[in-house]
């Protein structure tokens, strides 16, 4: 078949002119594929194995594709934040009994996505080195503790379960409010020189990967028994962003995987540093969560 010289100019504009547009489509694709999915945020309590799973959570989700922000808040307002949809989910909950107080106000306006860790408990810690083993003792010995007891932020379930502990137990005991890191400031120091301390304590923690620590018994139950951490959700996440949603359905983890990255904080890598170090050595369990296997 042949061709005028007019048509075959015009047939080479026309080709020209394809091509542009295809080039620009495929650019426009790249583009398109290198943007993030869309934005997650993340609260979450400043206990060091919030902050493990937290930092973790995120960098699952940045390589997902997702722009990620991480509100470090008190328990209280974190639960306040996830009802009223101020941030997406939370896998920071202490539940049944930790917590117990803000999931019974909060949790009618709260998505339960399920339990992401199991085997936790809290209660009150003391070295091996003391000689006590149970509550309903510590008033024998008040002395020897200063009657104090070493507690965190005053807003944590933990504080409140202790301050009902002192009522049920009668303890002339005074708890001290303080920080995460100023609870263990303490007990470090105690240990060290083989003082008696008593600390409001909790598992997983590197705590008892760095010292001979023991609970002392609860027979009254004020504590309760085996705790799990939930992960929580605003609603209307899910529909949404499901694939921030079918991510946080597939995150557990266990208490071994939880302390070693608090460990890790605690000899001196940053919580981002040690979240990556336990992310790139871990990559089937990653790529588990987001659902690339």
Not at 38 to 62: C, P, R
Not at 190 to 219: C, M, N, S
Request: charged content about 20%; some cysteine; glycine content about 8%.
């Amino acid at each position: 078949m042949f061709f005028k010289k007019g048509n075959l100019v015009a047939l080479a504009g026309c080709l020209l002119v394809l091509s542009i547009l295809a080039a620009g489509c495929t650019g426009q694709q790249a583009t398109t594929e290198n943007e993030p999915k869309g934005a997650v945020s993340i609260g979450y309590v400043t206990w060091d194995s919030e902050i493990a799973s937290t930092n973790v959570l995120k960098q699952v989700f940045e390589k997902a594709g997702y722009d990620v922000e991480i509100v470090a808040v008190d328990a209280g307002p974190l639960y306040q934040a996830v009802a009223k949809g101020d941030v997406d989910c939370t896998v920071s909950a202490w539940l049944p009994a930790t917590q117990a107080n803000y999931w019974e106000t909060y949790g009618d306006d709260i998505v339960f996505v399920r339990k992401n860790l199991e085997g936790a408990k809290i209660g009150l810690v003391v070295p091996t080195y003391v000689t006590i083993d149970s509550i309903d003792e510590l008033n024998s010995v008040k002395d020897k503790f200063n009657g104090k007891i070493t507690g965190i932020e005053p807003g944590a379930g933990i504080m409140q379960n202790t301050e009902e502990a002192i009522t049920e137990y009668g303890l002339n005991y005074e708890l001290v409010s303080s920080s995460s890191a100023g609870m263990a400031a303490e007990l470090r120091s105690a240990v060290q020189d083989e003082k008696w301390i008593v600390v409001t304590g909790w598992t997983p923690h590197w705590k008892f990967a760095r010292w001979d620590l023991k609970y002392l018994d609860d027979p009254k139950g004020v504590y309760g028994g085996e705790e799990y951490i939930a992960t929580l959700a605003r609603q209307g996440l899910q529909e949404d962003q499901p694939g921030v949603y079918d991510i946080l359905t597939r995150f557990s983890w266990t208490a071994a995987d939880m302390e070693s990255v608090m460990l890790s904080i605690e000899n001196g890598a940053s919580e981002e540093d040690a979240a990556e170090e336990w992310v790139n050595a871990h990559p089937d369990q990653v790529n588990a969560w987001i659902g690339t296997e």
